[in-house]
């Protein structure tokens, strides 16, 4: 079986197009050669003509090959709306030397939406930190994911802006906008206004009220960030959203940073479980795979 692409492997690469459908072929092919079956993964640009319809827009060259009747399927027959949040907010762009955590989720946003489009569903992007950046509007067409992933590609060239992540206010506004029941995929640290976490609960628990399905990855270095591995020595501690510092040794701090990211991490879990949300954790150091193959979970409950 084919390596899966990791971070490392794709610092060098610059298109994006070429970049997401890599992912999105080697996954599938990985996903044929796996235990893991039952998952519609073989994708078509028809259905199956049913008695009674229309006969406008029957595929004709495809009857001469079969001796079946199958019907062209157009935007509007799409099977799934969805609306993919990426945060890009400074905490992101962390490690700084290769932006990590914004690659990761960069091109885990571009797989899914060439995964989305392969399978006949529409998507739409929203960038965010403290405020809505970019939001395109969702569609399945091929040069709708062109753009999206113009737009991604144009993100990793960006530097980052002081502001401090505000996952609940963007949540809240995508609720009241989306008109209609779709899957929202969240890719984000969730991290920034930790007082506030009651209010990240409340904007999750507004997008269920509105019947929306909701996945939300969980997107951290583990290494440094949950665990706190750091050689022991003198650093200066730099927080990249509000650029206060802290000069320590790692041993004067790690027990009680891991506690509290544990229990953080913990109540997020918690929460999404009553809410019934799928909350995914991501280490930005492992194969993109494990992203795509929750994203397939997720459908096939939604369908």
Not at 3 to 30: R, Y
Not at 134 to 159: D, F, G, N
Not at 240 to 254: M, R, Y
Request: hydrophobic letters at 40%; a neutral charge; glycine letters at 2%.
């Amino acid at each position: 079986m084919k390596k899966p692409l990791t971070l490392a492997d794709v610092q060098k690469f610059e298109n994006m197009e070429f970049l997401a459908k890599q992912l999105v072929e080697g996954f599938i092919t990985g996903l044929h050669q796996s235990p893991y079956h039952g998952f519609s993964v073989e994708f078509s640009e028809h259905r199956l003509y049913n008695s009674g319809e229309s006969t406008r827009h029957i595929d004709w060259k495809v009857y001469a090959r079969t001796d079946k009747l199958f019907i062209k399927r157009f935007e509007e027959e799409t099977n799934l709306r969805c609306h993919i949040l990426l945060d890009v907010s400074p905490s992101m762009y962390y490690p700084v030397e290769n932006r990590g955590k914004l690659t990761f989720s960069v091109l885990c946003a571009a797989a899914l939406a060439t995964l989305l489009r392969k399978q006949r569903d529409a998507v739409g992007l929203v960038t965010f930190a403290d405020s809505i950046r970019q939001q395109t509007p969702v569609r399945s067409t091929a040069s709708h994911l062109h753009t999206l992933l113009l737009l991604l590609q144009k993100q990793l060239e960006e530097a980052p802006t002081r502001a401090q992540t505000d996952v609940a206010s963007v949540i809240h506004q995508i609720a009241q906008q989306i008109p209609k029941r779709s899957l929202v995929v969240i890719l984000s640290d969730m991290l920034g206004q930790h007082e506030n976490s009651d209010a990240i609960f409340a904007a999750l628990q507004h997008l269920k009220h509105q019947k929306h399905e909701v996945l939300i990855f969980h997107v951290m270095d583990r290494r440094t960030e949950e665990d706190f591995d750091f050689t022991e020595r003198p650093y200066v501690f730099v927080d990249v959203e509000t650029g206060q510092e802290l000069k320590l040794q790692p041993s004067q701090v790690k027990e009680h940073y891991r506690s509290a990211v544990a229990n953080y991490k913990r109540e997020l879990e918690l929460k999404c479980g009553q809410y019934k949300i799928d909350f995914v954790p991501v280490d930005i150091s492992e194969p993109f795979d494990k992203v795509l193959y929750s994203y397939l979970v997720k459908r096939a409950k939604v369908r």
